[in-house]
């Protein structure tokens, strides 16, 4: 189990940039699959970005593909997902999430963190 808080959430103009942060208590942080959703209004928790343990290029949704770049820094217990080129679409609230496998549900959530995108 892991414990997650998110932040970085505001309000930007279209076209601006945002960096969202999701910070982990917990001793194994690094064994982690780590992954980011989001939820519009009226609309069901959509997939956003996914990474594993060891990082890589990551795993995206069509819809922010070439705009979001998902990271992590274990030494810091902490994942990012860089937000470029916003769209009014993409205006949600953002969970990051956390599992062992990949089998499994995304059973670790964080509050969500807010973010409008004005056009």
């Known amino acids: 189990q892991v414990q997650l808080v998110e932040s970085g959430g505001g309000l930007v103009q279209t076209g601006g940039s945002l960096r969202l942060s999701c910070a982990a208590s917990?001793?194994?942080?690094?064994?982690?699959?780590m992954a980011w959703f989001r939820q519009a209004p009226g609309k069901e928790r959509e997939f956003v970005a996914r990474t594993s343990w060891s990082g890589g290029s990551g795993d995206y949704t069509d819809s922010v593909k070439g705009r979001f770049t998902i990271s992590r820094d274990n030494a810091k217990n902490t994942v990012y997902l860089q937000m470029n080129s916003l769209k009014p679409e993409d205006t949600a609230v953002y969970y990051c999430?956390?599992?062992?496998?990949?089998?499994?549900?995304?059973?670790?959530w964080g509050q969500g963190t807010q973010v409008t995108v004005s056009s």
């Open positions: 917990g001793r194994t942080f690094s064994s982690y699959n």
């Open positions: 999430a956390a599992k062992k496998r990949l089998i499994e549900p995304w059973g670790s």
